[in-house]
């Protein structure tokens, strides 16, 4: 039976936006300040996953809700089952957007809001890919779980929670990062770096704040001082800011000096694509002459994090000739006089290197500005599935026989659903080219793209339990 597959899913085209439109409205940030039992990880999480329940629902698929903290929508019948993993929470909006990032918006051929691109537009690709099979009535001989997550751009626990629960699939594939196909993902490991507070005798550092997630690039930082001067910080920061690329400006209330510097966002899998606010900003006020614990605070920023991704002033660069380089991004920055200061790392690390290496390079530099290291979180252990794994050389032939260009796999430094499953990759639906603004400002997704993907989705499906 021959199937067009891109015709196939262009008949649902309305469809699948106002599906898709109707999801991005919800606000699906994690807020655990609202958190009930019913809604573990705050309300807007709760509605999208019952949303997108609601849609599988009405087309007539089988679907569970495990405690509201994650679902799946089933289809077929099998021993073997495939999983496709996804999530329909999101990251914060930020600063920056030209539009409501909750009011979802196509122009000039994108659709802008938060989630578009991760993750709920790859998700309701996939889902819309499930569902012509659904429709067309092709026959398969395997089972089909869309799992869909809520806690992704956090802790996981609603997989760790799921997968309690319910059987794990014995293959699969997460549609939430690039196409061709991603085999290999690095290990994942987050430390806080903490600080006392206190100051010296002039110059007082009062706060400090950036960052929003210890997987985002810092847009934004801002400082609080006492004791100097709004006309001798202006002109320092006018000449700093010219030769960077960030923005700044300085502003004084109530005797007090504010100083804001605008970056660029970007995801942690690659910090040097962003511009961190939060090590420009301590790297300005370094020649103010702070001290105490705040000096301590914004030398560490300054000496050792600014634009050193790659640890080279730790001694713990670091590349493997498969998965490549061992990357660090500072995500979120916190100081309070009379509270101390914080500062949280996320390292994305390639086989051949083990946390306990990273701790011992942290520990000697956190010995010269007086800090502790703390292990917040779970640890990722690397993951990586052969390509000449029968998963992958199916799916790389659906997409070189859509797309026509080379199929290949990668390794990157995101973490997907995918390392959930011993045969598990990423796939798609960003394709090779598309400018990426997953976690920035104005994140969007091709429309047309977004089609392309769920033509793949569909037969890629088809072909691995037909």
């Known amino acids: 039976m021959q199937i067009n597959w891109k015709e196939e899913i262009q008949k649902r085209r309305e469809a699948l936006l106002t599906d898709l439109q109707a999801l991005l409205k919800i ?6 300040t609202q958190a009930t039992g019913a809604a573990p990880f705050g309300p807007g999480p709760r509605a999208a996953l019952e949303k997108f329940l609601e849609a599988a629902q009405r087309d007539g698929f089988k679907t569970e ?28 909006a930020g600063q920056g957007w030209q539009t409501n990032p909750f009011i979802p ?62 059987p794990t699939p014995d293959f699969g594939f997460s549609p939430d990062a690039f196409f061709p196909l991603i085999n290999g993902e690095k290990g994942n490991v987050t430390y806080n770096v903490d600080f006392q507070g206190g100051n010296g ?17 810092p847009r934004d930082a801002s400082a609080r001082l006492s004791g100097i001067e709004l006309s001798e910080v202006q002109p320092l920061l006018a000449r700093y800011v010219a030769d960077m690329p960030i923005t700044g400006q300085a502003q004084a209330e109530d005797g007090l000096v504010t100083i804001t510097i605008v970056g660029k966002a ?13 090590t420009y900003l301590a790297l300005f006020l370094k ?6 614990g ?41 100081f309070e006089a009379a509270k101390g200061g914080r500062i949280t790392l996320n390292f994305r690390y390639p086989r051949g290197i083990k946390p306990t290496q990273l701790q011992a390079g942290l520990a000697k530099v956190l010995q010269k500005v007086d800090a502790e290291l703390n292990l917040t979180g779970k640890t990722q252990e690397p993951h990586y599935v052969s390509s000449e ?78």
Not at 27 to 32: G, K, M, N, Q
Not at 287 to 292: F, H, P, T
């Open 27 to 32: 606000e699906s940030v994690r807020d655990e």
């Open 65 to 92: 809700n495990v405690d509201h903290v994650a679902g799946h929508i089933e289809y077929g019948t099998g021993k073997e089952t495939l999983g496709i993993l996804a999530h329909v929470d999101v990251m914060p």
């Open 105 to 166: 918006v196509i122009k000039d051929g994108r659709l802008y809001a938060r989630g578009a691109s991760d993750d709920k537009g790859p998700a309701m690709a996939a889902y819309y890919g499930l569902k012509l099979l659904k429709e067309l009535q092709l026959p398969i001989s395997k089972k089909v779980r869309l799992i869909l997550g809520t806690d992704e751009e956090s802790g996981w626990r609603c997989m760790t929670h799921y997968f309690e629960k319910m």
């Open 201 to 217: 005798e002039q110059v007082k550092l009062l706060a400090f704040t950036a960052g929003l997630r210890e997987n985002m690039v």
């Open 266 to 278: 970007a995801h942690a899998q690659e910090p040097r694509n962003g511009e961190n606010a939060g």
């Open 287 to 292: 020649q103010l002459g702070l001290g105490g």
């Open 294 to 334: 705040a000096l301590n605070f914004i030398s560490f920023a300054a000496d050792y994090l600014h634009q050193d991704s790659r640890m080279s002033n730790f001694g713990l660069n670091f590349t493997d000739s498969v998965m490549g380089d061992l990357t660090m991004n500072a995500g979120i920055f916190e």
């Open 389 to 466: 794994d029968p998963l992958v050389q199916t799916l790389l032939r659906v997409y070189e026989r859509q797309t026509g260009n080379q199929g290949y796999g990668m390794v990157v430094g995101g973490g997907t659903y995918g390392r959930l499953l011993p045969r598990g990759v990423a796939f798609g639906a960003m394709f090779p080219g598309a400018e990426d603004t997953m976690h920035q400002a104005n994140e969007f997704i091709p429309v047309d793209d977004l089609l392309r993907a769920a033509a793949i989705y569909a037969e890629a499906i088809y072909e691995l339990v037909k």
